[in-house]
């Protein structure tokens, strides 16, 4: 049987799910809202589903619940956050107002967050930042999943990255990662028994892989083999390497319960665009792109599920529903 939810109701649950689980107020309601804004958009791999993961490392003390963000203004267009290993979410929130008032006073501004734990959605922080009018880049590293191009051990994480810019309405949102697919996917398609395509991932002797056990135990291969790569690294020196955060084979594994905090990196660079217009052009570049039959505009499948979701809420099957009031405490 499946539960119809509001949206405040996504939310209000995590929220209970995650103070229940030892997050504060501050750490849980900023990550409540991200879950509420990924169930509205239909991103659900990181919506409610996800929240076992993040009470679960919250038990454990791999995401301290209680951390309060620090913020440094390093150069006029530089904010530093530390996360003091908690949620990325709460860390963002805190340096969103001195990032945006760079980027509006200097053209350009740079958010690094240290310390933090992974931050799901990327595109849930760009899009932020589009609807203030700015162009946002963000890149994030997550724990080694992904051999490198040639390899056959997990080096890099699946490293996403993000971009999202204003246009006359919602906004443009380029969301992926560097790997061929997520972590969840594998682990999903394993607890299933089900098969995965044959470029998704490599077995522990680096071949490719059919078999989602085999491929737990071996790794993710990367999007497009070198290019994937490519930029798996470049994420790794913009996320980690500018933030000094753990690289992702130094992080500890976001999989299980072993090892503390991961001390993972997200970078977000805001751009302000600077001319009148900024937001038509991009509407008439999108417009054209999107007069070829067939073609779909990124973030436009997102809004449509948000407006939707604002409705009709959304559905959540029995079994997770039981597992989050138990989490909740709520029966």
């Known amino acids: 049987m499946a539960h119809r939810l509001s949206l405040d109701e996504v939310e209000t ?7 229940a689980s ?3 107020p501050l750490q849980a309601g900023a990550v409540a809202r991200s879950i509420r804004d990924a169930e509205a ?30 913020v440094r203004q390093t150069a006029p267009g530089m904010v530093m956050v530390d996360a003091g290993d908690g949620f990325a979410h709460p860390a963002y929130e805190a340096g969103e107002a001195a990032l945006v008032a760079a980027a509006r006073s200097q053209g350009i501004a740079l958010i690094g967050i240290s310390n933090a734990y992974a931050c799901g959605v990327l595109g849930y922080f ?29 080096f ?43 470029h998704w991932a490599l077995d522990a002797e680096g071949q490719p892989t059919t078999d989602a056990e085999a491929a737990l135990q071996g790794s993710i291969a990367p999007a497009g083999g070198h290019k994937g790569s490519a930029l798996a690294l470049m994420v790794e020196v913009l996320a980690a390497g500018l933030t000094g955060a ?33 937001a038509a052009r991009i509407e008439g ?19 449509s599920h ?7 809420g959304v559905a959540v099957d029995d079994a997770l529903m039981g597992r989050l009031n138990s989490l909740a405490g709520r029966r």
């Open 126 to 154: 760009t899009a932020r930042l589009a609807r203030q009018g700015l162009v946002a880049l963000m890149f994030a590293n997550a724990s080694s999943t992904m051999a490198p191009w040639g390899g056959c051990k997990p």
């Open 22 to 24: 030892g997050g504060s």
């Open 41 to 70: 958009e239909g991103t659900r791999g990181i919506g409610l589903g996800y929240l076992p993961w993040y009470c679960g490392h919250l038990k454990v003390g791999k995401i301290a619940g209680h951390a309060l963000p620090t």
């Open 13 to 19: 649950l995590a929220l209970d799910c995650l103070t």
């Open 285 to 303: 570049l999108l417009a054209e792109m999107a007069s070829q039959p067939g073609v779909r505009i990124p973030g436009d499948r997102r809004h």
């Open 306 to 312: 948000r407006q939707r979701a604002e409705v009709e």
């Open 246 to 278: 753990h690289f992702s084979h130094e992080a500890s594994s976001l999989g299980d319960d072993l090892g503390g905090p991961p001390r993972l990196g997200q970078t977000l660079i805001a751009i302000h665009p600077g001319q009148a217009g900024f």
């Open 156 to 198: 890099f994480g699946t490293n996403p990255w993000s971009l999202a810019a204003p246009r006359n309405g919602a906004p443009l949102i380029l969301d992926s990662s560097s790997s061929a697919t997520a972590y969840v996917n594998l682990a999903t398609a394993a607890a299933r028994g089900e098969l995965i395509p044959p």
